[in-house]
């Protein structure tokens, strides 16, 4: 394992140390790729919409209300902005392959100190376990700053265990006879983006006193790789094509019929263009 486990990254840093560092650790945290002004303003989104719906509803399901402001936000043009964002396709691009897509319903979650749902104080557990595909990248992009109260914890390396057995949404203790003991609480600031392989161990570390956390999750994947049945009945937008399959776009069909173009021009759906 390496020691570093509070390591961030940036677009700029050498490809070949952040993948060594994800294969052993099975997680990066990445830095500065997302404008501070973007993010100032995607938190804005956040919070505006969130004042909206507070202000209508005497009595607001905190869970209910998040999914209603994602469900807003990716309707807005600050979305396609996070999801064409070239510096994360670039970074996603040397993990997954050219063949990228984002999984639909990423989810909003506002951690706040007087929030009970068991939802936002999770033991840990892996992405595997509730239908996150081993070929898929799990992702939380950080909407504001962590405290060491309500922050991700990590097990590096734990990903290299393989399926770990679970029993009632935790780690099978009684029936196995394995500990693990070696987590990092993550310093993650607003604008962060931390991913991790879907058999990586993780929990959250609870909520704090006085400090709300607001995040995004989100799934990427390549379409070149075999869905879990949750991840194919969810859907997914593509959002980049590598060399081979914009070939095929061209002639138009993946039975590459011959001569479909002769005599005319090759060319693309428009609606297809930023892909």
Same mark, same amino acid.
């Given at each position: 394992?390496?020691?570093?486990?509070?390591?961030?990254?940036?677009?700029?840093?050498?490809?070949?140390?952040?993948?060594?560092?994800?294969?052993?650790?099975?997680?990066?945290? !990445?830095?500065?790729? !997302?404008?501070?002004?973007?993010?100032?303003?995607?938190?804005?989104?956040?919070?505006?919409?969130?004042?909206?719906?507070?202000?209508?509803?005497?009595?607001?399901? +905190?869970?209910?209300?998040?999914?209603?402001?994602?469900?807003?936000?990716?309707?807005?043009?600050?979305?396609?902005?996070?999801?064409?964002?070239?510096?994360?396709?670039?970074?996603?691009?040397?993990?997954?392959?050219?063949?990228?897509?984002?999984?639909?319903?990423?989810?909003?979650?506002?951690?706040?100190?007087?929030?009970?749902?068991?939802?936002?104080?999770? +033991?840990?557990?892996?992405?595997?376990?509730?239908?996150?595909? +081993?070929?898929?990248?799990?992702?939380?992009?950080?909407?504001?700053?962590?405290?060491?109260?309500?922050?991700?914890?990590? /097990?590096?390396?734990?990903?290299?265990?393989?399926?770990?057995?679970?029993?009632?949404?935790?780690?099978?203790?009684?029936?196995?006879?394995?500990?693990?003991?070696?987590?990092?609480?993550?310093? @993650?600031?607003?604008?962060?983006?931390?991913?991790?392989?879907? @058999? @990586?161990?993780?929990? +959250?570390?609870?909520?704090?006193?006085?400090?709300?956390?607001?995040?995004?999750?989100?799934? /990427?994947?390549?379409?070149?790789?075999?869905?879990?049945?949750?991840?194919?009945?969810?859907?997914?937008?593509?959002?980049?094509?590598?060399?081979?399959?914009?070939?095929?776009?061209?002639?138009?069909?993946?039975?590459?019929?011959?001569?479909?173009? /002769?005599?005319?021009?090759?060319?693309?759906?428009?609606?297809?263009?930023?892909?």
């Amino acid at each position: 394992m390496i020691k570093n486990i509070n390591k961030k990254f940036t677009f700029n840093s050498n490809k070949n140390d952040y993948l060594s560092f994800f294969v052993t650790n099975g997680y990066l945290v !990445f830095k500065d790729i !997302f404008s501070k002004k973007y993010s100032n303003q995607l938190l804005k989104f956040i919070l505006s919409k969130r004042k909206l719906i507070e202000r209508k509803y005497k009595k607001v399901d +905190t869970e209910q209300m998040c999914i209603s402001i994602m469900d807003l936000l990716e309707k807005d043009n600050l979305f396609d902005e996070f999801s064409f964002n070239e510096k994360l396709q670039n970074i996603l691009i040397n993990i997954l392959g050219q063949e990228l897509c984002i999984f639909n319903f990423p989810h909003l979650w506002i951690n706040k100190p007087n929030n009970k749902n068991p939802v936002l104080v999770k +033991t840990p557990h892996m992405d595997a376990w509730t239908g996150t595909s +081993t070929n898929t990248l799990f992702a939380v992009y950080m909407a504001t700053n962590s405290d060491k109260f309500n922050s991700i914890s990590v /097990y590096p390396g734990s990903h290299l265990l393989g399926l770990v057995p679970s029993k009632n949404r935790t780690i099978n203790q009684q029936d196995f006879k394995i500990e693990f003991k070696n987590s990092a609480n993550l310093k @993650l600031l607003k604008g962060d983006l931390i991913i991790w392989h879907a @058999l @990586l161990l993780h929990k +959250t570390t609870g909520q704090s006193n006085n400090k709300e956390r607001i995040s995004i999750t989100l799934r /990427y994947s390549s379409t070149e790789t075999p869905f879990s049945s949750q991840e194919r009945s969810i859907g997914y937008r593509c959002i980049n094509t590598g060399p081979l399959n914009t070939i095929k776009r061209y002639i138009g069909n993946d039975q590459l019929a011959p001569f479909r173009l /002769y005599g005319g021009y090759p060319g693309i759906d428009q609606r297809l263009r930023k892909i």
